[in-house]
């Protein structure tokens, strides 16, 4: 084993070397445009493709060198267990992508942290492991696809996206993403078998290597069939290329344009508040403001993607920093790369730590001001245990208007107080307890006595290149001018209002029914990982539309029939036959292909 | 009890235990399919121990596909094999220590240095014999410090070989091993190979194109026909099965039908040549009643008895033609 391991090792460690200098030099000129260890979690995303490529790559060179069947003899036909000659392989590669990936990443922090005034936080350190760990799985992934019968079966690279972008924080990643890595390892290494034709025989090992390739056919089909419903649309429709779906549906730009005034006046065409009439024709000549709950959720410590947690002061020319570990932001002259302190709860020089992490300058409970003169910060709002901010706060009609979880508020400024930056006075509050799972949309209109705010209230959705409000229904509320409020209009069965945007109708719905069982494994990572904030914000799956059962009734049934007919005649056990049926009805096409993978058709005279 | 088959145990050796037994190769039934095409048919073959077995076939007749499925690599589709007494479906690392395998591709590292190589194989095999080793590689020019990219084809199996025997295997699968090298390199190949099953008891099955390596080398002749057996006996045996009368006809040649046993007919010079299987004098009777003005019995050679074997029944039009 030592002796393969050193064969492979000395096969490509030029390359390896070479790679792994170019990657050195890729960062050192990343760092001279940008703050590479703040890049945005999408930039963060991007690179980690980079890396995974990297590794598939490398399996497809390494491993699939032996995919000629006179190499896989040569490989496999030795006084060696094919584990260890999967183990002596997958460590050299796990050298030399460490050599090509982590070597360079962990330089590269080691010495920022050592030799410049960048934040450099331990979180930095660990999400070095998960950039290896990401590279090895899509090594793993390749070598399955070399050791397998079926070279598809690389689609199982696309199951540990699932685990891949999560605002969580890395402590609480790393225990599944070894996890997965430990799967994949282990997969691949069944998979160095002497016959790659035969199936896979132990149930277990069948059962381990089905379920990830399962899922990796679903989110691919999943993606895809979206891009394919988009295009159709787009080539059914007509439309020119540079156009969107968008602007060839005339209703759904007028109802865009008019939907906050639009549905204030339909709100109250059911009132039977003497003033309805008036208000209706007030409305569209009044400036609505709009407070949207696009706020799900905020930065936890520790968490592996960055977000925007940095302001720049232009006037001190400091761009200040957020660190993790010291839940302070840290203040560094970009130009001359100058430490200029800590700042802290009370500002700048301060060493209290903050609480929760800041971001937009605002953290889920309280709401800051800074003073540009005096680098002091000031804490204008503080909300109550169990309460948070659904939106950023809105200056607006004279007022600080405040979205929560289970509020809407309206500020106004102490002009009495000396400092501008004394806590605001409460002018009125509306509770909006309805929307308890999803803060509701808010608009507000000011009256000459009181306010008009209308609460529009909507059922979970999914957020996924457009936008599709469902069940949604409505109130307008009248506040007069003590805060006393009254409901004075009712909306239900909505349907005027659900418009798409953005995206072809269709999209939508080429979700569910593909797969219900694996649609709803795929969003639990989502739902059990994502503690930190989302931008966009992560929202519930889109509910199940009823029209579409029969579609996905229909393709279990017609994955049960092919899965049948693949396997008439095969010389399998019948609990293997019916496990194999079984999955094939319950997850549907999925299934299927991994099948036609995994377990060979019966010869045919 | 008496052992009416050519490889019958004699009663003073010892019998095959569980642990050793008397036959390297068994197959039961072997059948073979990639799709519809079947690659085995139904073989049953039982190679002994010791010598050389050759294994010979037209293309497509599974010579290969048996070796995979000897090996493990191919599962069949019906049938038993067994490789040295074990499951061929289920060979250890122990087994394949005991196995050596060489193939006319000749795969080694590339990227390696001979003595790299050499190295590594010598740690992976208990029984590594250096000095057989040397004494192989000896007969192929090659440097230690060689890179294996570096080498030509014959020093490839030159080194493939030496490696391969050093391993001191039971048993030692060469299939087409000399395919492509030259005179020089092929003749220094077969040299070792006939001199290694000298000093030891490996087994060797060789499989090959050319009758002229079959017939210096093999003890055992197997033919291979669309994965079915169709013979195995000493190569001398069957030469004595095959014979080629030479005959002329001043008239007419006969329908090859009305002629039993004819693999082959060509037409030289005006004489017919009949190469035919298991005739006796009566054939020359019976192409005297055929017209036949005169008629002589002769010999062949391996080359052209396996040639006329394998080609019976595969007349081309051109070839009709001019026997008609």
Redesign the interface.
Known sequence: MK??FV?EW??FRRLALIAGGGHCLALLFLSRATNVLQLSYESQGLMLILYMVLGLTLALVQVGSYRK??????L??????PARIFAALSLSALVMLSLVVFLPLLLFVLLTDAFTTHVVDMRHYVALFYALAFTMMAWCAGALAIGSRNRITVAVLVAPFLLAMHLASVWALLLPVLVCLAWLTWIAMHSFR??R??SIARSGVLLLTALPLQMGFFLLVFHLSKVALSAAEIMASNAQPSETVLETDPNAVATLRSLSQDSFTRGLEGSQDPRAAAWREQIPLLDVVDLVPDLARFPVRDQIGNLPASWWDSKRSIEWTFSHDRMMFHGRDPKTGADRGWWGVTGAGDQNAFEQIPAFGMSSHAFFAIDDETQRQHELMHLPPGEWFAGRPVRALGRILVLTNRRVLAYREDRQAVSKFAPLQLDWQLPTDEGRDQPPAVSVVELLDGWLVKIFYFAPKEMDGFESLVEPWQQVVYVDATGQATVVGTRRNIRGIDVTLGSPPLVPKASWWLSPPLYALARWPGSALDRGLTQPPQLAPLPVVPAFYPVAAALMTLSFALGWWWLRGARISAGRRWLWLASCAILGLPAFLSLVCLEPRA??? | MSHSNLYAIPKNEPQPTAEVSHYVIETDRLDLSYGRKKALDQLSLRIPRGRIHAIVGANGAGKTSLFRVLLGFQSPTGGRASILGHDCTALTQRERARIGFVNEEHSIPSWLRVDEVVAMQRRLYPQWNDARYRGVIGHFHVQPEQRIAELSRGERAGVNLAMALAQQPELLILDEPTLGLDVVAKRAFLETVLSSVEESDTTIIYCSHQMEEIERLADNLIILERGELKHMSPPDEFCERVQLWIAEFPLFAPELEALPGVLQCQRIDGLFHFVVLDQDDGFGALLERHGARRHQRGAVNLDRAVNAFLARGHATPEEERELR
């Open positions: 002796d393969l064969s000395r096969r069947p006179s190499q896989w003899m040569w496999i036909h030795r006084p060696l267990p002497a016959d034709s035969a010869t045919r005279a």
